[in-house]
T-cell receptor, first 118, second 114 residues
Framework: NAGVTQTPKFRILKIGQSMTLQCTQD?????MYWYRQDPGMGLKLIYY???????DKGEVPNGYNVSRSTTEDFPLRLELAAPSQTSVYFC?????????????????FGAGSRLTVL | KQEVTQIPAALSVPEGENLVLNCSFT??????LQWFRQDPGKGLTSLLL?????REQTSGRLNASLDKSSGRSTLYIAASQPGDSATYLC?????????????FGKGTKLTVNP
């Protein structure tokens, strides 16, 4: 069981280039998320999805796009990369644990993708 | 705007010591609170989740408490071990029903010395 797999692990981009960070999960989770973590900071939510065909903006969506054509995959697209997008990107997925009184999503994170924009 | 603060930013203790990590949040209208562990170069691992209606959760040597009215949570680690060395992150969930809009603190970097 691979869990949440992110590729690539490392990437260097030049300003203005574009790229896609891939994320796939094999746990049949409905919910998927993209976070970024800047040095010495907590994670911030970029985009999330509650199911195939449904996406929504998080706290810091500018400069990014996502799609969710399948349950398994949730790619994050960077258009016109900028130095401010230098960060570590984490993909996560979750399911609704109905064992909790009001339900609770238990998140599984990928190992992260470190992106540098020069 | 919800803000999450973790104190201290770093902590170094000898093996076997009991320790407490602190987390505070500015808006008590949260759905739940989670504690995560982050190892260098790796993703986050969920440790404990406390619903807003609960006071504490326990898992092995870990105990997390929640005082929603005062905007505080603590993570207690008993009999610390070198393998506990990691960064511990606290996150509050602003919404329920399936969309986890988590607001994270900056974390506490814990080092347990043999």
């Amino acid at each position: 069981n691979a869990g949440v797999t992110q590729t690539p692990k490392f990437r260097i981009l030049k300003i203005g280039q574009s790229m896609t960070l891939q994320c796939t999960q094999d746990m049949n989770h409905n919910y998927m998320y993209w976070y970024r973590q800047d040095p010495g900071m907590g994670l911030k939510l970029i985009y999330y999805s509650v199911g195939a065909g449904i996406t929504d903006k998080g706290e810091v969506p500018n400069g990014y796009n996502v799609s969710r054509s399948t349950t398994e995959d949730f790619p994050l697209r960077l258009e016109l990369a900028a130095p401010s997008q230098t960060s570590v990107y984490f993909c996560a997925s979750s399911y609704l644990d109905r064992g909790w009184t009001s339900g609770a999503n238990v998140l599984t994170f990928g190992a992260g993708s470190r992106l540098t924009v020069l | 705007k919800q803000e999450v603060t973790q104190i201290p930013a770093a902590l170094s203790v000898p093996e076997g010591e009991n320790l407490v990590l602190n987390c505070s949040f500015t808006d008590s209208a949260i759905y739940n609170l989670q504690w995560f562990r982050q190892d260098p170069g790796k993703g986050l691992t969920s440790l404990l989740l406390i619903q807003s209606s609960q006071r504490e959760q326990t898992s092995g040597r870990l105990n997390a408490s929640l005082d929603k009215s005062s905007g505080r949570s603590t993570l207690y680690i008993a009999a610390s071990q070198p393998g506990d060395s990691a960064t511990y992150l606290c996150a509050v969930n602003l919404e329920g029903g399936g969309s986890e809009k988590l607001v994270f603190g900056k974390g506490t970097k814990l080092t347990v010395n043999p």
